[in-house]
C-alpha cells in the first residue's frame, strides 16, 4: 500500500492502535456521528475498521487512517471508498473523511482530502470523483466546495439511513479529472 503524506499529515494503513480512539473520540461521539444515523458500538467500530484495512488490502487504496505528523497521533480516516449499498450513481469513487472533534477545523479534512484525491487522478486515472452527505451537513458540503466539487442537483435518499430521518436526503457532489487538473 502506497502511504500518502501531506505537510502535516500521513495517511496510512490502519494499526491496532487506532482500535480505541477511533471507537471514542469518533464513532462513539455524538457530535462527530451526527449526521449518521447513530454512533457505533465497540464491536461496530473495530468491525469498521478491519473492513477499511481489508479493502486497502485488497485494492491498494482506501479509506486511510490519517496520523498528524507533528504529535503522531490517529485522527480519523480520510481517503477513497467505492460504496458497497446500491446507489442512484453507483459504480463510483467516493472521498470521505471522519476526524476526532478535537482535530476539526484546521483544514486536516481539505488536506488529506486533496491528496486524496490526487491519488485518484493521477495514480488511479478515475474520470471521476463523488461525494455525498445528508442535506444538513453543512461543514462537509464546505470541505467539497473547497476540494472543488461541485454540488450535481442531484439529491438522493440514502436507502441505509430511515426515510422519517431527517437524515434520509443526500446531496451528491461531484468533480470530473478535466475539472481538478483546472484546480491546480
Known amino acids: ?13 490502519w494499526r491496532d492502535a487506532d ?5 471514542e473520540q469518533i464513532n462513539a461521539d455524538f457530535d462527530v456521528m451526527e449526521y449518521f444515523p447513530s454512533t457505533l458500538s465497540r464491536e ?22 490519517v496520523e498528524e505528523k507533528a504529535s503522531g497521533q490517529f485522527i480519523g480516516f480520510v481517503g477513497l471508498n467505492s460504496p458497497l449499498i446500491e446507489l442512484p450513481f453507483t459504480p463510483c469513487v467516493e472521498v470521505g473523511w471522519r476526524l476526532s472533534k478535537a482535530f476539526w477545523g484546521k ?12 491519488f485518484a487522478f493521477v495514480d488511479l486515472e478515475l474520470d471521476e470523483v463523488v461525494s455525498f452527505t445528508a442535506v444538513p451537513n453543512l461543514r462537509s ?14 439529491n438522493f435518499n440514502h436507502p441505509a439511513v ?3 430521518s431527517p437524515l434520509y436526503e443526500h ?7 478535466d475539472e481538478w487538473a483546472k484546480s491546480l
Request: charge should be neutral; charged fraction near 25%; glycine fraction near 6%.
Open 1 to 13: 500500500m502506497k502511504i500518502l503524506s501531506t505537510e502535516r499529515l500521513t495517511l496510512r494503513s
Open 19 to 23: 482500535s480505541q480512539p477511533f471507537f
Open 44 to 65: 461496530e467500530s473495530d468491525a469498521l475498521a478491519f473492513e477499511l484495512q481489508r479493502r486497502i488490502d485488497v485494492n491498494g487504496w482506501g479509506l486511510w487512517a
Open 107 to 118: 483544514g486536516y479534512a481539505t488536506e488529506a482530502a486533496k491528496k486524496a484525491l490526487e
Open 141 to 154: 458540503q464546505a470541505v467539497m466546495t473547497r476540494l472543488g466539487l461541485c454540488d450535481t442537483g442531484e
Open 162 to 164: 430511515p426515510s422519517e
Open 171 to 177: 446531496v451528491l457532489f461531484k468533480i470530473t479529472r
